[in-house]
Nanobody
Framework: VQLQASGGGLVHPGGSLRLSCAASGGTFRSYHMAWFRQAPGKEREFVAVLNYRSGNSYYADSVKGRFTISRDSAKNTMLLQMNNLEREDTARYYC??????????????????WGQGTLVTVSS
C-alpha cells in the first residue's frame, strides 16, 4: 500500500494551494489520515488529521482557520486546502496513515505509512 502526495508549488503570501494524497494498492478507510510538514533544518511537525470513524478533524494552532483537511473515500484520496498561506508555511508536506489511538495522532512516530512529500514554497 502506497501514498502519493502532490499539489505543492510556489505561491505568494496570502495565496492558496490544495494538496492531494492518493492511496494505491489498498484502502485507508480504517486509518486516521494526516498531514505533517518539515522545513529545512527542522523536525517534522503535525499539521492536521482526520478521524476515519467520526470524520472529526484536528489542526495545529499555526494553521487553524486557514487549512482544511478532507477526504474523498470514493477516490481513496485525502486533501489539504491551504488558504492565506504565510512564509512560515514553507516546507515539504507529507501525508501519513495510522491506526494509533486518537490521543497520539500528533506523534509522527505512530504512522505506519508515508507519502514521499510535496514541496510548498511561500515567497514573494
Amino acid at each position: 500500500v502506497q501514498l502519493q502526495a502532490s499539489g505543492g508549488g510556489l505561491v505568494h503570501p496570502g495565496g492558496s494551494l490544495r494538496l492531494s494524497c492518493a492511496a494505491s494498492g489498498g484502502t485507508f478507510r480504517s486509518y486516521h489520515m494526516a498531514w505533517f510538514r518539515q522545513a529545512p533544518g527542522k523536525e517534522r511537525e503535525f499539521v492536521a488529521v482526520l478521524n476515519y470513524r467520526s470524520g472529526n478533524s484536528y489542526y495545529a494552532d499555526s494553521v487553524k482557520g486557514r487549512f482544511t483537511i478532507s477526504r474523498d473515500s470514493a477516490k481513496n484520496t485525502m486533501l489539504l486546502q491551504m488558504n492565506n498561506l504565510e512564509r512560515e508555511d514553507t516546507a515539504r508536506y507529507y501525508c501519513g496513515a495510522t491506526k494509533t489511538a486518537w490521543g497520539t495522532v500528533r506523534d509522527s512516530r505512530q504512522y505506519n505509512y508515508w507519502g514521499q512529500g510535496t514541496l510548498v514554497t511561500v515567497s514573494s
